[in-house]
């Protein structure tokens, strides 16, 4: 853990402070380290909350690989401290310390895969639910 230490930035973020904005350049994964955070999205003027996450949990993973922009806002529930790793952190990393580097993205490929698939399953029940509804409906 030490090692990775010269690629990482802690970040402290009050309670109800913004950690990222949706449509924001992205460039950074971020991991909890202290208090929580939550992922919406406003529909119709009405928050939606896409995720809650905890000590150990991470988001951004898309922007670090590609530097899109965001897709949600990351809200602080409660005071936090998050860890911080840059795409430029992670090209550096890649150039001084790729035994280092490897882990790392594999940890962070598996993360992106579960979340597809908890994407997919989401999508299918909504499928289902509107199949369902209506045919209720008829």
Do not use: W
Not at 31 to 52: C, F, K, P, Q
Not at 100 to 107: G, S
Not at 123 to 130: G, M, Q, R, V
Request: with cysteine; proline share 4%.
């Amino acid at each position: 853990l030490a090692s990775l230490l010269p690629y990482l930035e802690a970040v402290k973020i009050p309670q109800f402070g913004t950690v990222v904005n949706k449509g924001d350049h992205g460039d950074a994964l971020f991991m909890v380290l202290e208090g929580e955070v939550r992922a919406r999205v406003m529909i119709d003027n009405r928050e939606t909350t896409l995720s809650t996450m905890g000590v150990g949990e991470c988001f951004g993973e898309l922007a670090i690989v590609d530097q899109g922009p965001r897709s949600a806002d990351v809200i602080a529930n409660q005071p936090s401290v998050l860890i911080k790793v840059s795409e430029g952190a992670l090209r550096k990393m890649f150039a001084e310390a790729p035994a280092l580097a490897a882990p790392f993205m594999f940890a962070l490929t598996r993360v992106i895969a579960q979340r597809v698939r908890v994407t997919t399953k989401r999508y299918e029940d909504s499928i289902h639910f509107a199949r369902t509804a209506g045919v209720a409906e008829k």
